[in-house]
Nanobody
Framework: QVHVVESGGGLVQAGGSLRLSCAASGRTFSSYAMGWFRQAPGKEREFVAGISGNGINTYYADSSKGRFTISRDSAKNTVYLQMSSLKPEDTAVYHC??????????????????WGQGTQVTVSS
């Protein structure tokens, strides 16, 4: 069982940056692949970025490439999503998710077993 809690959301102007954090419980953090998803009002949940349990492999949605960076700190049991050059269309609730896995990266929501409550990101124009 893994419990994840997101933080770091807020209101930012277009072109600005934010760093989201996802703190995970458990002593085997490196055995869990992690992902970030987002859901805007009236839209389906979409994949943002994923990282393998060992931190070596990452994968990004096309909308995230070049602007977002996912990383993890095993000493802190935390995954980060550094977001820059933010756009109004990035406004959404951002969720962190976890599943077992050391080397794989997963980009579908159904692949993940554990989800956080989410943190709101609002980008003003």
């Amino acid at each position: 069982q893994v419990h994840v809690v997101e933080s770091g959301g807020g209101l930012v102007q277009a072109g600005g940056s934010l760093r989201l954090s996802c703190a995970a419980s458990g002593r085997t953090f490196s055995s869990y692949a992690m992902g970030w998803f987002r859901q805007a009002p009236g839209k389906e949940r979409e994949f943002v970025a994923g990282i393998s349990g060992n931190g070596i492999n990452t994968y990004y949605a096309d909308s995230s490439k070049g602007r977002f960076t996912i990383s993890r700190d095993s000493a802190k049991n935390t995954v980060y999503l550094q977001m820059s050059s933010l756009k109004p269309e990035d406004t959404a609730v951002y969720h962190c998710a976890a599943r077992g896995g050391t080397t794989g990266v997963y980009y579908t929501g159904s692949a993940y077993d554990y989800w956080g409550q989410g943190t709101q990101v609002t980008v003003s124009s």
